[in-house]
């Protein structure tokens, strides 16, 4: 037990949590970008709210979220750490900085790192804290009649203080009773400063896993001749632009075009 301990309060025991839990949050990202895509579907927020209703109420996957919640801490956490004893080991700066192989994004990975940290706080303060714990967050119901695929929106107010969500069918009517999270977004989304925010946050995010994504195979020591180019294809054009672009389209398409 002590040297599992000795191991993980190493230089290198950190850098492997960092990996591991970085990766976990790179499967995070895929899915969160994948579910965030209902917002560019002219639905009038039917398809964010009920994927947001089905994330905060399906129980795995709300134990998958706390984990969550525990990567992202621990992550940051050993980041702080792993920056500061970088900082200790060379506290005063060489008078000619030597030419180093290291990229930008791999020498700033502690200001990205805070910058994404500070980001998550706002964004989960904003979104994820207001649905799960306040009754600031309105209600929509969606009447789709099955035949024709036509479909009614109107505001719902709940009798039941403890109401959650609800779907039933009547007729040929399906009804949908959920949180309207969408229109939370759509708030903040016209908020320009709320938009700069989120738009310099995927900048750091794009530079953050330029780097982080092929440092943790690295790190855990999953590297090969042959394979090796394909995670950095991969770090490179999905992780460091496909999906920081994908975000930062939402609250730009936002802000111009709804």
């Known amino acids: 037990m002590s040297e599992f301990k000795q191991t993980f309060n190493s230089s290198l025991g950190k850098k492997l949590i960092m990996a591991l839990t970085g990766l976990f949050l790179c499967t995070f990202i895929i899915v969160h970008v994948a579910g965030n895509l209902f917002l560019f579907k002219d639905d009038q927020g039917y398809g964010f709210n009920v994927y947001a209703n089905f ?5 795995p ?19 702080l750490i792993l920056t500061v004893n ?10 000619s900085e030597p030419k180093s192989p290291a990229s930008w994004s791999s020498k700033n990975m502690g200001l990205l790192g805070a910058i994404l940290f500070f980001f998550i ?6 979104f994820w804290y207001k649905y799960k714990f306040t009754h600031s967050v309105g209600y ?12 009614l929106v109107t505001d719902f107010t709940p009798v039941d203080p403890t109401f959650e969500h609800s779907s039933t069918t009547v007729d040929n009517w399906e009804i ?6 969408h229109a939370v977004v759509s708030n903040s989304f016209h908020n320009i400063w709320y938009v700069i925010l989120y ?3 995927m900048i750091a995010l794009s530079y953050h896993l330029l780097h982080g994504f092929q440092s943790a195979f690295q790190t855990l020591g999953w590297t090969h001749r042959k394979y090796s180019p394909i995670v950095k294809f991969i770090g ?15 609250p730009i398409v936002y802000y111009f075009c709804k």
Do not use: C, Q
């Open 140 to 151: 929509k119901e969606y009447r789709t009649n099955v035949l024709t695929n036509e479909m």
């Open 61 to 79: 996957i709300e134990v998958v979220a706390y984990l969550l919640y525990f990567s992202i801490l621990l992550h940051a956490l050993y980041g």
């Open 236 to 250: 490179t054009w999905f992780f460091a632009v496909i999906i920081p672009v994908a975000f930062a389209l939402m």
């Open 199 to 201: 738009v310099i946050a």
């Open 176 to 181: 949908t009773r959920v949180k309207d999270l």
């Open 86 to 95: 970088n900082r200790k080991a060379r506290p005063v700066r060489y008078a």
């Open 55 to 59: 994330l905060t109420h399906f129980p």
């Open 121 to 126: 706080v706002v964004h989960m303060g904003d």
